[in-house]
């Protein structure tokens, strides 16, 4: 997989958004960036995913930058239930998906 | 609708002993995924099915573990002569399809293992 790099821990107030970064300079140009997310004792679950275009869904935005280097996944609107670890993978392209899974960000939602 | 389950939720085992984790992916899912959890790790991919394509192994740790998938659907993972460092939180995840596009995995819950 492309190496991403991310902070490992986050502070957010319920309410705000919250703004996670990524790092991936060495994608490859048809490498995408997903999201997933695992809150305490659960299983990982899938989030968003993009290319290079901005993608939005029910849960959350995915920025990319133009050179792809980069990207930022926004909670919009944070609520204690956001409290989790964010991972930021960008699978190697026709190697079946799998996910090699960093540290990623600890986010705590506080009140 | 269903989503994938595994089965036990928890495993206690002792040192030496053969546990087979099991995995049912959500219907109509040709990918399936095993992932493990350390204790204070994070995830580590162990090996991946896509329909009738021979699987991916590059993650299994030892020659001591194994998988297979029957009929496509329900996937068992055994680990032979477990030792202490084996234990973690195993997850199964799948999805629709693994080229191109990679869609969406989907994990169960997890089996607990805990070698004594």
């Known amino acids: 997989d492309a190496k991403t790099t991310q902070p490992p821990s986050m502070d957010c107030a319920e309410g705000r958004a919250a703004n996670l970064p990524c790092n991936h300079s060495?994608?490859?140009?048809?490498?995408?960036v997903y999201w997933y997310r695992q809150i305490h004792s659960q299983g990982p679950q899938y989030i968003i995913h993009?290319?290079?275009n901005n993608e939005t869904n029910e849960m959350a935005s995915l920025i990319i930058t133009e050179d792809r280097k980069s990207s930022t996944l926004i909670l919009p609107h944070a609520t204690l239930r956001d409290t989790a670890v964010y991972y930021c993978?960008?699978?190697?392209?026709?190697?079946?998906?799998?996910?090699?899974f960093g540290q990623g960000t600890e986010l705590s939602v506080k009140p | 609708g269903a989503g994938v389950s595994q089965s036990p939720s928890n495993k206690v085992t002792e040192k030496g002993k053969d546990v087979e984790l099991r995995c049912d992916p959500i219907?109509?899912?040709?990918?399936l995924y095993w992932y493990r959890q350390s204790l204070g790790q994070g995830l580590e991919f162990l090996i991946y099915?896509?329909?009738?394509?021979?699987?991916?192994k590059s993650g299994l740790p030892s020659d001591r573990f194994s998988a297979e998938r029957t009929g496509g659907s329900v996937s068992t993972l055994t680990i032979q002569r477990t030792q202490q460092e084996d234990s973690a939180v195993y997850l199964c995840?799948?999805?629709?399809?693994?080229?191109?596009?990679?869609?969406?995995?989907?994990f169960g819950p997890g089996t607990r293992l805990t070698v004594l």
């Open positions: 993978i960008a699978p190697i392209y026709n190697q079946g998906g799998k996910l090699i």
């Open positions: 995840a799948s999805s629709l399809r693994s080229t191109g596009v990679y869609n969406e995995q989907f």
């Open positions: 993009g290319l290079k």
């Open positions: 219907s109509g899912h040709t990918a």
């Open positions: 060495t994608i490859s140009g048809n490498e995408y």
């Open positions: 099915f896509q329909g009738n394509s021979a699987p991916d």
